[in-house]
């Protein structure tokens, strides 16, 4: 018995140990990676000449060695892919309405020089080893192939459990090639092939005639086998199948745990008003942190948070085509490593998905440093009746999760209409909590905090990756425009072009935003409910002249226009040409950094489309 026990024992705690290790260097700082690698490297050359020298070794002690070299020459493979130094040609995700072999195609291109140097790496493997008596290196280094292609075919297919929380932050873009379902085809033949092959090999342990080198060796692959069969049952079976791959993340260092608060509410019902609220009742004690979602390429709510007593984080890709949940993901991930939050306030766009949101802050790398979440929903008193029969769906998932109801602008509306409001957002949701309120501001003294807490919504369905899922700027049919604005503006001006923007001079004009010079000093403008409105503004930092407008069917150059009447009639030529060359050198910059199409930033108000696309590089009017 102890022929088997000792070589099992040894492959168990080898195979564990090593892959610690590597999920361990992988998730150190990215700076470490080059020297993680020419490590990793010179072990791989010194295991090669083992392999070579071991297959001439029929002892019990050449089958250890043979097994721990080509386990070590396996760990070149996984270290090489994982800090990113042999991957693939694609290096970003893929659409969501991404599917079949296109979407098996950019799959493969993300890993498709790391497959190539393991068949360089076996072929090395198998002619060092060519014709010697002792093969236990050169089928360890198989068994291990098997086990990656398999575990990875399986996870490209859906699984149960993809244990997302091991890729390092670099690799995030292959989230986009995981599914979650509870099983797929190729699951039970991979199964069926493995438990063959471990039968077959035990069995060839297990014979009478074997010497006792031959039993280590067949128990070290019999042990790699029945490995390779329950790290299968782990992506399937529902158990925390990550807990003992945990001791490896340690490298990223400790997290401490903080609380999340989420502000949402549609185009213009007051959430930046209520969130500057909030963090004037902040303790300061407490490192507050703001993560801000925002509809176009010129965001703004940013620069309007700034100053308050928190760190404001400006979502990259703020647009709504962006894949929210991923971008909130990793933004999470980031800020909880580099700041240390004891508090984090989201608002996202006012187009955004509550649910997807929600569901965000439940991935597992991020779950368990969040010790409580709250939810406040923004509603504009005034346009709601509006809106509400303009998008009931999107209502009706926004007033179901929402646990309070921050009713605003109530000073706007009759009673009867404020009633009105009230009933229908009770109907929707009994249990929540309606608290009327004006500027942000509850108009009575209540504890919103306490009555706030939300759970994550209900999980997808598990085969939901594989319907075609909604976009949202499809459902609402919406758009952005936005640019820099150069030049004072004439308030009278601003105010008049402003009502007209609201009455519908450029399109459905739901929501316009931005600040400016004038005179003096700066202001901030806004449309929202179908009233404009302008204000004194303290620019933070290095702010820029700008505006945002959303909706449907928008005039652009309607809109670029009104905005340049409202400069003196002196500074207008000098205006429009200090904007276009701004435009043009935003344009550069988008090029410069990689953008998908390399077009202007006037499109649907993300600096990647071209003018009249859609964010998907279709006509707006026949986006899918």
């Known amino acids: 018995m102890i022929a088997y026990v000792g070589p099992a024992l040894f492959a168990l705690f080898v195979w564990w140990a090593s892959t610690v290790a590597i999920i361990y260097v992988d998730n150190l700082p990215r700076?470490?990676?080059?020297?993680?690698?020419?490590?990793?490297?010179?072990?791989?050359?010194?295991?090669?000449?083992?392999?070579?020298?071991?297959?001439?070794?029929?002892s019990t002690a050449g089958a250890y060695w043979a097994f721990t070299w080509g386990l070590l020459a396996w760990g070149w493979q996984e270290m090489s892919f994982y800090m990113g130094f042999v991957t693939g040609s694609r290096r970003e995700p893929c659409r969501e309405d991404c599917g079949g072999f296109r979407h098996f195609v950019h799959a493969v291109q993300t890993s498709l020089y790391h497959e190539l140097a393991i068949i360089a790496a076996a072929v090395a493997v198998v002619w060092l080893t060519w014709g010697g008596p002792n093969q236990v290196g050169t089928w360890t280094f198989m068994v291990l192939w098997w086990m990656h292609q398999s575990a990875k075919l399986n996870v490209f297919f859906g699984v149960r459990n993809l244990n997302e929380e091991f890729l390092p932050e670099h690799l995030e873009f292959?989230?986009?090639f995981l599914r979650k379902r509870s099983m797929n085809l190729l699951f039970p033949v991979s199964v069926t092939v493995s438990t063959v092959v471990t039968v077959l090999v035990a069995k060839a342990a297990l014979d009478d005639g074997a010497t006792v080198a031959e039993r280590a060796g067949y128990t070290f692959l019999t042990v790699l086998m029945a490995l390779a069969i329950l790290e299968h049952w782990m992506l399937v079976l529902p158990m925390p199948a990550g807990a003992i791959w945990s001791p490896g993340l340690k490298s990223r260092g400790e997290r401490k745990p903080f609380e999340v608060e989420i502000v949402v509410g549609f185009l213009g019902a007051g959430k930046t008003t209520f969130l500057q609220r909030k963090l004037k009742e902040a303790d300061p004690a407490l490192r507050t942190v703001v993560l801000v979602n925002d509809f176009g390429a010129l965001g703004l709510d940013g620069a309007l948070l700034e100053g308050r007593g928190a760190d404001v984080v400006e979502l990259a890709n703020g647009c709504i085509c962006c894949s929210l949940r991923s971008d909130l993901a990793a933004q999470l991930k980031e800020v909880v490593a580099k700041m240390k939050p004891d508090r984090v306030l989201i608002e996202p766009s006012g187009v955004a998905d509550v649910a997807s949101l929600l569901r965000a802050l439940h991935t597992p790398e991020i779950a368990p440093l969040i010790k409580a979440r709250r939810l406040y929903t923004v509603i504009d008193a005034g346009a709601f009746l509006s809106d509400y029969v303009r998008m009931p769906d999107y209502f009706d998932v926004q007033t179901r999760l929402a646990p309070v109801f921050i009713l605003n602008k109530t000073d706007l509306v009759s009673a009867g209409e404020l009633a009105m409001v009230s009933e229908t957002l009770r109907s929707q949701n009994p249990e929540a909590l309606v608290v009327?309120?004006?500027?942000?501001?509850?108009?009575?003294?209540?504890?919103?905090?306490?009555?706030?807490?939300?759970?994550?919504?209900?999980?997808?369905?598990?085969?939901?990756?594989?319907?075609?899922?909604?976009?949202?700027?499809?459902?609402?049919?919406?758009?952005?425009?936005?640019?820099?604005?150069?030049g004072d503006l004439d308030l009278d001006r601003l105010r008049d072009a402003l009502d007209a923007m609201a009455r519908g001079a450029h399109g459905q004009v739901m929501r316009v935003k931005g600040i400016a010079t004038s005179g003096k000093g700066w202001v901030k403008f806004d449309v929202a409910g179908g009233r404009a409105s302008v204000a004194a503004h303290v620019p933070q930092g290095d702010e820029a002249p700008r505006a945002l407008a959303i909706g449907s069917g928008l005039d652009r150059a309607g809109l670029a226009e009104a905005f340049l009447a409202c400069t003196p009639d002196a500074d207008r030529d000098a205006a429009r040409a200090a904007t276009e060359a701004a435009l043009d050198r935003a344009f550069a910059v988008a090029k410069g950094d990689g953008a998908r199409a390399g077009v202007h930033p006037l499109g649907c108000g993300c600096a990647e489309h071209a003018p009249g696309m859609s964010c998907e590089g279709l006509p707006a009017v026949a986006a899918e």
């Open 31 to 58: 700076r470490t990676f080059k020297w993680s690698m020419l490590g990793a490297t010179a072990v791989f050359a010194v295991s090669l000449y083992g392999l070579a020298a071991s297959a001439h070794d029929t």
């Open 436 to 486: 009327p309120a004006r500027y942000g501001i509850p108009v009575e003294k209540t504890d919103l905090d306490r009555s706030a807490p939300v759970a994550a919504p209900a999980a997808e369905p598990e085969d939901a990756i594989d319907r075609p899922k909604p976009r949202e700027e499809v459902a609402l049919g919406l758009e952005s425009w936005s640019a820099p604005l150069l």
């Open 174 to 176: 292959l989230k986009s």
